[in-house]
């Protein structure tokens, strides 16, 4: 009489060689995500977040725009026709809430001092009200259309003056574009109002000193 089945089929033991094979192919997967963790925390992302810490003097950007050596790249204020807010004025302009921190903008550029800097805008309603509100001008434009693309570098010398800072008003896309010539395709898109401040150097080339971005200034301000 059976009193049990018992399985007794062996499997074949994995030769030595088999299981170095699958630890090798262990070793470099990890291997190879180890590479793309320490890349991606290598890999700046973005210019320097100059509201961070004392971000604004290790920068050595005080020293370069007293010297009249910066650009800076201003992104415009709220526009109207992307936001619930109510509106200043035309749809392709700002809201009211955008006018006022254009106002806040200004007064935080006045304190880094604007004796020695020229005012740039690219030519849009709202680009023109933010120039106004920030320093109760707007006669200053570019031309008929933004300076964007990969040549803007070469278009902004254009417009600087020796021993003088370039303060220019533009748009998200123009920024992204500029950035991506200084080594950072991957930016954080730009934020109403945020500040990146460029140094030129003497050979006409261009290093990226760091971003402010608008709820930031009072931080940055307190290293004056």
């Not at 109207?80 to 809201?95: F, I």
């Not at 020796?162 to 200084?182: Q, W």
Request: proline residues 5%; charged residues 15%.
């Amino acid at each position: 009489m059976v009193i049990s089945v018992v399985d007794l089929t062996l499997t074949k033991p994995r030769s030595i060689r088999a299981v170095i094979k699958r630890l090798r192919r262990l070793w470099i997967g990890i291997a190879a995500v180890g590479l793309m963790l320490t890349g991606a925390m290598l890999w700046p992302s973005s210019p320097p977040d100059l509201g961070v810490g004392s971000r604004l003097l290790s920068s050595g950007l005080l020293a370069h725009w007293h010297s009249g050596e910066v650009i800076v790249l201003v992104r415009h204020e709220e526009r109207c026709d992307r936001s619930a807010n109510p509106c200043l004025g035309p749809p392709e302009g700002l809201t009211v809430n955008g006018s006022q921190q254009a106002v806040k903008l200004g007064k935080a550029f006045n304190s880094l001092g604007m004796e020695a800097s020229d005012i740039l805008a690219s030519p849009a309603v709202r680009t023109a009200q933010t120039v106004h509100f920030m320093f109760g001008k707007s006669e200053f434009s570019s031309g008929e259309r933004a300076i964007c693309g990969a040549a803007m570098g070469e278009e902004m010398l254009s417009h600087k003056l020796p021993g003088r800072n370039l303060v220019f008003v533009t748009h998200s896309g123009c920024i992204a574009d500029f950035e991506k010539t200084l080594g950072f395709p991957h930016a954080t898109f730009p934020e109403y109002g945020s500040a990146l401040f460029v140094q030129v150097l003497a050979n006409g080339k261009f290093k990226a000193l760091g971003i402010v971005n608008n709820q930031d200034w009072p931080a940055v301000l307190k290293q004056l």
